[in-house]
Every structure is written in structure tokens, then in C-alpha cells.
């Protein structure tokens, strides 16, 4: 499993006018080929009438899959550059698909290429990009006379606290960066004399937001 990737965050339109044209931009996740296929598919649908619904999508650990559509613009113009964008900001599973009405005035082949990698930096822009990183989900059981000791360590500290859940004994769950699983467990262990049990209970991924 990956641990930290940058994709988009939530679905948003964007429009920009250029020449008279409208180039309306959305992004989106696509964790597979499919998704992003039935996502060009629906913006198609919502500007039927459009010229041109030009897309390219990154999917997969390693950038295994990576398409680029130009929809009738001229070869390379179009779905090329909106590809280049995600390469360039490195975002995985994500799809962007950039609606062209045409105004009338021809860009031709340079003005074509820099109004659709403008269109996918904006459409990017507008869903913003967040960091999803691998964390794993940590229960630190302890005797309740522990229990403020490391509850107050932990809220001070980077590790989101999950929840504390009470029983014969209080079990804390923590959230842990997967890379520094180790030090929670050797730094727990200190600080309650090696008394504490500690168990990862699943991986999953939180997402941050980027600047």
C-alpha cells in the first residue's frame, strides 16, 4: 500500500474566458480507470452541447495509467497539456476534464496548449489538493491510573487522538504517521514504565489540506 499521495480535494467547476471562448475546468478523484472514464462520461452529458469536452486522467500507485483525450481539438493540443498539469503538480487518481465552448476567434497550437493547461491549473486550483498520508490506527491500553498521564501526553503531542474508550482497563486510540509507528511505540513505553499494551488496528488514510 502507498503511504502519503497528493490528489484534489472536493469537486468544484471553474471558467475562464479566452478569445471569447469559455473553458469550463472540473476536477476529480478516480481511483480507477472506470471512475475516470464515467466521470469524463457525465461532463459530457452536462455540456452536451459544448465543442469540445477534452480530458486526461493519472491513475494508479505509479502513474501506471495515464490518458489524454484531445475531443476533436488538433492532436496534442489539448488533453496533452491538461495531462503535463497533473505531472507537474504530481497528483495521483485524478481526473480533470476541461469544456470548451467555442467564441468564434482560433488560438491555434501554442494558444490552444497554454488555455488548456491554464484551464487544468485552475480547475485544480479551485478543488484544492490535499496530502492523503498512511497513518495506522493505534490502541494503547492502559490501567486507569495512567489514563491523564497519557491522555495529556498524547493531546500535546503531533498524533490525533481518535477516541478513549473505558472498560476494566482504558484503551486509546491514536492515530500514527505508519513511518513513525516505532517511535509512538518506544515513547508510550517510556512513559508508562513498559506497562502499556499496544496494537495497531488497521491502516487508512487522513487527508490534509495543502496551501
Known amino acids: 500500500m502507498r503511504e502519503n499521495?497528493?490528489?484534489?480535494?472536493?469537486?468544484?467547476?471553474?471558467?475562464?474566458?479566452?478569445q471569447k471562448s469559455r473553458f469550463i475546468g472540473h476536477a476529480a478523484r478516480a481511483e480507477t480507470e472506470k471512475e475516470a472514464m464515467d466521470f469524463i462520461e457525465s461532463i459530457k452529458a452536462k455540456h452536451r452541447s459544448a465543442n469540445h469536452n477534452c480530458s486526461a486522467y493519472i491513475i494508479g500507485e505509479h502513474d501506471i495509467i495515464q490518458k489524454a483525450n484531445d475531443d476533436g481539438e488538433p492532436s496534442g493540443t489539448a488533453g496533452v497539456p491538461i495531462l503535463e498539469v497533473?505531472?507537474?503538480?504530481?497528483?495521483?487518481?485524478?481526473?480533470?476534464?476541461?469544456?470548451?465552448?467555442?467564441?468564434?476567434?482560433?488560438?491555434?497550437?501554442?494558444?490552444?496548449?497554454?488555455a488548456y493547461g491554464r484551464s487544468a491549473s485552475e480547475a485544480i486550483a479551485s478543488s484544492g489538493v490535499v496530502e492523503r498520508?498512511?497513518?495506522?490506527?493505534?490502541?494503547?491500553?492502559?490501567?486507569?491510573?495512567?489514563?491523564?498521564k497519557v491522555e495529556n501526553e498524547i493531546r500535546q503531542s503531533e498524533y490525533p487522538l481518535q477516541d478513549i474508550q473505558y472498560g476494566s482497563g482504558v484503551e486509546?486510540?491514536?492515530?500514527v504517521p505508519v513511518e513513525l509507528e516505532q517511535q509512538f511505540t518506544e515513547w508510550i513505553n517510556e512513559m508508562t514504565n513498559g506497562q502499556a499494551g499496544i496494537t495497531c488496528l488497521k491502516q487508512e488514510f487522513l487527508e490534509f489540506k495543502l496551501p
Not at 5 to 18: A, M, N, R, S
Not at 87 to 114: A, N
Not at 172 to 175: D, I
Open 86 to 114: 497533473l505531472k507537474k503538480q504530481g497528483l495521483k487518481d485524478t481526473v480533470i476534464v476541461v469544456t470548451r465552448y467555442f467564441g468564434g476567434i482560433k488560438l491555434g497550437g501554442g494558444g490552444l496548449i497554454r
Open 172 to 175: 486509546v486510540l491514536v492515530h
Open 133 to 148: 498520508r498512511l497513518h495506522g490506527l493505534m490502541a494503547v491500553s492502559i490501567d486507569y491510573t495512567w489514563l491523564g
Open 5 to 18: 499521495y497528493k490528489t484534489v480535494g472536493e469537486l468544484k467547476e471553474c471558467e475562464i474566458i479566452i
